[in-house]
Antibody, heavy 120, light 110 residues
Framework: QVQLVQSGAEVKKPGASVKVSCKAS????????MHWVRQAPGQGLEWMGR????????NYAQKFQGRVTMTRDTSISTAYMELSRLRSDDTAVYYC?????????????WGQGTLVTVSS | SYVLTQPPSVSVAPGQTARITCGGN??????VHWYQQKPGQAPVLVVY???DRPSGIPERFSGSNSGNTATLTISRVEAGDEADYYC?????????????FGGGTKLTVL
């Protein structure tokens, strides 16, 4: 069965960086784009960007350009999202989500979420 | 940038029909997906491509999309349907294509 398992919660200081991992299993990792979506406490969903695990090509939301880097390691079927120069308003749950052509590129599987807390 | 507008809240009695709207400029020309999110959980895709249901989603969930409004309809609402609902599109209209989510609607079952 398809699973996306994310790394554990992180606490960071303002100005630091965080790297969240998303390990995929149960399907061909290189066959589906992986997206990253975040959700601040009590707020809605916010798209951060996507990576093509096959080519490594990325598209980032303009808001995060210059601060976010998405990478992947196909040998271990894992996608990564690194966010730098963290601010308090980056405190959020970060999700990876698989985009499926079967569902017109809607997100059919999500990771469990990783809480990143930014606090001095 | 493209904006999707949802009502913050919708309330409905059990057994009745809930309709959650998602407004956007000419949204009828886009493919709309809908997600259900319960507290402390990741979102779940309940409708894709305007009106199709993924496997395992009850037939009570349906969708439509025309003009400037997409609608998620939940028939015979149950207590377990109480959740936040988000619409989502892929916006390729600018030089910087991206995914857009609506602000979310909290469905309360009275």
């Amino acid at each position: 069965q398809v699973q996306l398992v994310q790394s554990g919660a992180e606490v960071k200081k303002p100005g630091a960086s965080v790297k969240v991992s998303c390990k995929a299993s149960g399907y061909t990792f290189t066959g589906y784009y992986m997206h990253w979506v975040r959700q601040a406490p009590g707020q809605g969903l916010e798209w951060m960007g996507r990576i093509n695990p096959n080519s490594g090509g990325t598209n980032y939301a303009q808001k995060f350009q210059g601060r976010v880097t998405m990478t992947r390691d196909t040998s271990i079927s894992t996608a990564y999202m690194e966010l730098s120069r963290l601010r308090s308003d980056d405190t959020a749950v970060y999700y990876c989500a698989r985009s499926s052509p079967q569902y017109s590129y809607g997100y059919d599987y999500w990771g469990q979420g990783t809480l990143v807390t930014v606090s001095s | 940038s493209y904006v999707l507008t949802q009502p913050p809240s919708v309330s409905v009695a059990p057994g009745q029909t809930a309709r959650i709207t998602c407004g956007g400029n000419n949204i009828g020309s886009k493919s709309v997906h809908w997600y259900q999110q319960k507290p402390g959980q990741a979102p779940v895709l309940v409708v894709y491509d305007d009106s199709d249901r993924p496997s395992g989603i009850p037939e009570r969930f349906s969708g439509s999309n025309s003009g400037n409004t997409a609608t998620l309809t939940i028939s015979r609402v149950e207590a377990g349907d109480e959740a936040d609902y988000y619409c989502q599109v892929w916006d390729s209209s600018s030089d910087h294509p991206n995914v857009v989510f609506g602000g979310g609607t909290k469905l309360t079952v009275l």
